[in-house]
């Protein structure tokens, strides 16, 4: 490698503090269905949150799984239905939502973590009743919205060492189980475990001030600016939940949101450990 | 009701000794699909399994789920195989197995228990790598024979209060996916955690010396003479593997193992509290 | 015995959420001398009460003794002298009342949790200067009226394990010693530990509106309502001051007040484990 | 007072390292009957105690109480028995043995503890099952000798902080009581506990030459000597038991035993804290 | 010796309750320079320390040095300075201050510790950061006045069972260094200690209304006193702002402050350990 | 900076596992005199220890300071006298090796640590007495060589979160003082902790085959290999102590001994934390 010493140094000297600011802390990570590009790009993201977990900061990994849950609704020959961006689901297709994100998806990144050499626990909203919801809106079924969460598991989980997995399912008093949004599970988890950061990995650079050109990154965004950029237009479409999502984050308690490229080798290592930030930040 | 006070007195009498036996030990309980007859049964045994916790015994449920594979199996157009009562299973249908198991099932049981009052979390053998696995034969595709159980995971549940709820999944030291018999891995577990009962709900009243006469039953077998009952064909079938992973059990330092019927309400209730064994009892 | 696995499951499934709710807690557990009816009748109340401890209840007993002290006095030739139902107690009494009381009813009731099972420890108040007193009046002599209770002995030996005995002799700080009312020690005492519940062993059936008609024993009674019935003439004589105990215990922060038939066989197991009360509740 | 400063150092400089080394250490003292002259020269031991006990010394005391026995046996008209020095002692005997040590010489012990500062909980043998005895002989009756001891709620208590006094009584495992010799239990509860030293206050200056002579003190004895000493008649008569005791503590591990007149004012201090012997030291 | 089993009696009854009072309490000595008489005095007084750090008495250590600082900047042909007595330090004057303080005087009574038995750890107030200072004025160089004291590692030390020894440097946040009167250090450190009591080893008697007549040493003074006492002249020269220093250590928490006699022997036990106060006591 | 976030995710991505390694495990660094270039240099090397420590290595700091002693004694007109390289010490001697490496060098190092933002604590080896020794020979006087060492005190500052910072000076039982060769004090003190590592900060590349020749860098010796080097000459003149105080410590039990030329910037930094050695490495 072509790396000299004193750049080594220079690394290492910038990263040392960092790895002391998050020690002990929470960092939860978002890994959406859009960012699982590929089987060794998962794997790869599952290995960087090994490490970070291994100089001892607490990760959370909360994920997705839109595209795997369209493919056995097909092989199943389920016609998926959306309404407004958002799944409508039927009890049928709530049965498969279950079993691809908490019995497949869940599962998988839990596999790779331990072949990485972590040890991961995978949990739905439904483990140890986490994620309390209700219905979202009469048509969309079993789409669900928050109510409540408990992130007790989580901590004793992440006391005992785990890196803990949470699929984005939840449920009612009565047992109904709710499909929810993973960056809100995200956010809401998050804010109750005063995290000191979040990370959401995405398939996007972050917020463009000119979508078509990468060098209009917003680096950081107050939550007080949000929405001003969602008024004057550069922030919209998919784009709008996801930043409230990030604003209620910082809202909650979170100290930093993060939306990263997660399509990039090794983005989660640079974003925490060094001082040059990939994406965008809210504060 | 018409039971006396003197009568509850003296059940009370009766369990309160137990209750003190059975304080902080582990009990694990297998659940098999056979013995899910309906939702409602489901339900009251996992109202017994919250009871039992709440008095502080540690219950472990190791739960099976044939049918629900079956079923699922056949709507998604995959027509089961099975050699020898073993399910051959290619990588397909390990798929569904383990969507089924430990995406349906698992998070089931969990859900009720939830309901019931209790927290559980649900784990398959990948979670922490709990069950490690080798195929158990060529032919059989991903059907999983137990190489390493690692119970860590369970106790730190049991320490931090829960009920982990285990499907009977494994995988190898490279993450390939297995399917192991419930039984198997249910002895395998409470052997390795020391657990002072291996409770197996079926769908049988117990070994009887005539499989049509319920009057037979054998209500307790040492373990060195089970090996004669099945040469003498006292045991026999499918209950043949079944023996064996009770004799397994208590080889590794099982306190007592017992086969009930699991479909006789409370049975579970009535095997630990009570001077009268339901079941046969292995020792 | 003829009662059905059916039968004892509703036993049992009624009787463990309270084993639960009284888990770690405190329960006080006075026992009249005038329930101490035979030698037998002793060992089946301790046999209860070493059964609710190994359950995990953190079981408080405090005694009274009058007939023993009466047969004592007459074999010491020393006449009773009694006034307004309290004993008038000289110099000469007061040694032989702390005699029985700590050095015979205490040490056999001692005697006997220990040949039940459970390991109890004697204490009267003047034992780490537990119950302080002073006169109740200048013609009763060494009558004594409870000033201060302190429970830190009684946590002690409660953390360490064993079940404290109590029989209610004070002193005050020049250590002069005191004869006093049972009922008010296991009050004051229950109140200091803010107990879950009181239960007072009589030799009545509870409050009964005709005192000689058990069908019409008043289950419960709102502390707000006592001085209407001891006004209306329902709670009068002995039981007053009783009563009066009751009430002072619930008003110091004890959850319960039970008032019960000690002479019933394991009348305290039924009124601590089933639903169905018996005696007269105070709340 | 005409102490100089130079004096008081001296005194405080040879005290201090006694103190360091008595520090958590256990001492047993054994004050017999005949040592507790008046009710102020108890007052002035047990003062002496608690003194020890502040500077954190964990002080244990074993107690008789014949002439108190006596007397009351009187008053109930009952008349002694003595067998080679030892009290016969019937059924009815036994209850006022009972009652006068553990109801009255020990309560007054415990009062006078509580009037000097400290805190002492009062125990018998029976407490906690602590000292199990058998017949001594058929022809004694209710005189025990020691079979088992249990230190447990000793070492609860000294944990917990308290001084506890013990009286000379002891059960079988049927729960019949037996009074026990107070020497006896002493070395056997001092040996159990492994004390730092056991000190035996009495009514003689220690063994002595010509026990004419008080300045024939021998101040030390080699326990491999006693045996010397007894079949030579230095030792003899009502001493010989108690050296006996002596040898017997510590054999079973007490650092060391001493015989001293426990009628001169503050004996244990001087004892503990000097490097002035009085009275005979056995190793 | 002459000293009578009474007398000792007498000494150790009056010195015990004292030994229990300051059990785990904090003594901070303050040594000055000129009660540093002899090689032989500072062996006596480190083995008075050793003696009060054994029998539970947390001891904290603050010296000067002044004579030895002088000869050492004789040696080197370095003259020293004063100004209104205090010593003028520019920077080859501190480095010798430094040099000498921490790295002679305070290793040797370090050393002397170790040599009585007890274990030190010698700090300057560089060690820890635990004084921060800045320039007490332009004029006097490398003199300085306390900004803020640290002790958490003085607590540290106590807790794992040390005798920290401080010399009276300190520095400012870019690591100038300053020498520092020790009665102030002595002073600030306590009063952050919250200390039970701050001795200062002077030599002199104490406060004398008449500076030739011992006898007329005042024994206790009220800090609201004091300022009287100076403008009086009753207090002056040097001693004012030694007093100075007790009234701001009593007004900082310490709870009692005392100015003795440092080369009388054993000054300190006296003080600490007898009703008899030497010296005069600040409150 | 020119580091691609690609080489960042390399250098991070090694460096880690290291991290991970070394966490809560004690590196030992010896910084001798000749390393300790400029005060610049000094600031850097201690910059160095505190990011170390902050990630969670406990370092523990031995240094010597020859060239400092000799400026000094010229300063107080003391002729240093050699003898086989080993410094001859007289009384006079000695008193100013203690006073520069104890209190100057010693607590230079403390201030520039805490200058970089960590908390050090500065040492000899007569605090705790950590160091005994006696004399090298008769001839060099106060000349030591360790007989004992007791780390407790380390222990207790890293426990407690500090750097220690330790001189190399001993003393005997009696208290005499004496000057002992930094490498031995490291490898003895690094022995003792059973260190993951000993880092030896020199003047020189590491062991070279040709003086003359950097890239003749010897990069492994196993320790059954160093007195053939010493043999063949490899290894000679005053690198044959050093090598020997490597190879003790590795007999003692430490894990790895680095030899580095503690002249280049970060050399600690990226011996610790990278896949390249630099120096010679002793297993």
Redo the contacts between chains.
Sequence with gaps: ?A?S?????????Q???Y??KY?DKIIVVKYGGGAMVTKAHQRSVM?DIV??N???IRVVLVHGGGPEINE?LQ??RIQPKFQNGLRVTDAETM?VV???????V??EL???I??AGG??????G????MVEAKPLSAELGYVGEVTKVNVK?IL??LD?G?IPVLSS?G?DK??S?YNINADTVAARIAGELKAMCLVSMTDTKGILRDPKDDATLISEVNVSEASHLIRDGIISGGMIPKVECCVEAIRRGVGRVFIIDGR???AI??EA??D?G?GTMFF
Tied chains: 1, 2, 3, 4, 5, 6.
């Design positions: 490698m790396i010493n004193t750049e080594k140094a220079e690394v290492l000297t990263a040392l503090p790895i002391q020690r290995g490490l970070l291994q100089i001892g056995t092989r199943m049965d279950q079993m691809v994100l908490s019995g497949k869940n599962k839990v596999n790779l331990g072949g040890s991961a626990i995978g949990l739905s439904l483990d140890g009743r598991p004793d989980l005992a785990y399912v449920c009565k047992g189980v990039v080798p090794h290592l640079i450990l060094s040059e990939i």
